[in-house]
């Protein structure tokens, strides 16, 4: 079963706004990580986010994690349009090594 | 550049037919999963592997078999199709985690999309 669940579905704005994503999941973890999916392709790595953790950056993207709501948040600052995409947020659970995905956000970034 | 190679990216089959997808990675990596990927309902995980010769049930494993021979290679196999398995099927790979079994970044292949008529 899916646990995680990403708000909003979809997002649309302007070049040069911020995108915020926001994830949440329902059991315990010990990661969280996001992805990213052009359209027809596979799916790219963009960051991981330790249950230790409460805040990450990398380049334009800054993540939360606040385990004690069980949620997360995507920021991508500045966007572009080639930042237009999906996303998806996964946990990593205690138990196994298993992924669990969200069900996406999909990003439309108009120049 | 690490590389996770789906063989076909387009298929179309009938129903009642045996289909195979294969995943080849050369990045050495123990863990490999196929994942399944459907509009509204996102990443369904169907099998996985930490190991040469060794599987695990995900979420939605029902008519669907794998095979791990090779560690570089994990086979999807579907021994029926039927059109509720037309779908788009990911196949992934990783290292394990820092503790133990948990689950580090995943690298995707481009996915294979199978049409069963």
């Known amino acids: 079963s899916q646990q995680g669940e990403e708000d909003p579905q979809a997002l649309s704005i302007q070049e040069g706004e911020n995108a915020t994503m926001n994830c949440s999941y329902k059991?315990?973890?010990?990661?969280l990580q996001w992805y990213r999916q052009n359209s027809g392709r596979g799916l790219v790595h963009l960051i991981l986010?330790?249950?230790?953790?409460r805040e990450k950056h990398s380049g334009r993207l800054r993540v939360t994690l606040d385990t004690s709501k069980k949620s997360s948040s995507l920021l991508i600052t500045a966007s572009r349009a080639a930042d237009t995409a999906s996303y998806f947020c996964?946990?990593?659970?205690?138990?196994?090594?298993?992924?669990?995905f969200g069900q996406g956000t999909e990003l439309s970034v108009k120049p | 550049d690490v590389k996770v190679t789906q063989s076909s990216r387009y298929l179309v089959k009938r129903t009642g037919e045996k289909v195979f997808l294969e995943c080849v990675q050369d990045?050495?990596?123990?863990?490999m999963f196929w994942y399944r990927q459907d509009p509204g309902l996102g990443l369904r995980l169907i099998y996985f592997?930490?190991?040469?010769?060794?599987?695990e049930k995900g979420d939605i494993p029902e008519g669907y078999s794998v095979s791990r021979e090779k560690k570089e290679r994990f086979s999807l196999i579907l021994e029926s199709a039927s059109t509720n398995q037309t779908s788009m099927y990911l196949c992934?790979?990783?290292?394990?985690?820092?503790?133990?079994?948990?689950?580090?970044?995943?690298?995707f292949g481009e996915g294979s999309r199978l049409t069963v008529l």
């Open positions: 996964a946990s990593g659970r205690n138990q196994g090594g298993k992924l669990i």
């Open positions: 059991t315990s973890i010990n990661n």
């Open positions: 986010i330790r249950s230790n953790e």
């Open positions: 990045m050495d990596h123990e863990n």
């Open positions: 592997s930490y190991d040469v010769k060794m599987k």
């Open positions: 992934a790979s990783s290292f394990p985690g820092t503790s133990g079994r948990d689950t580090g970044e995943l690298f």
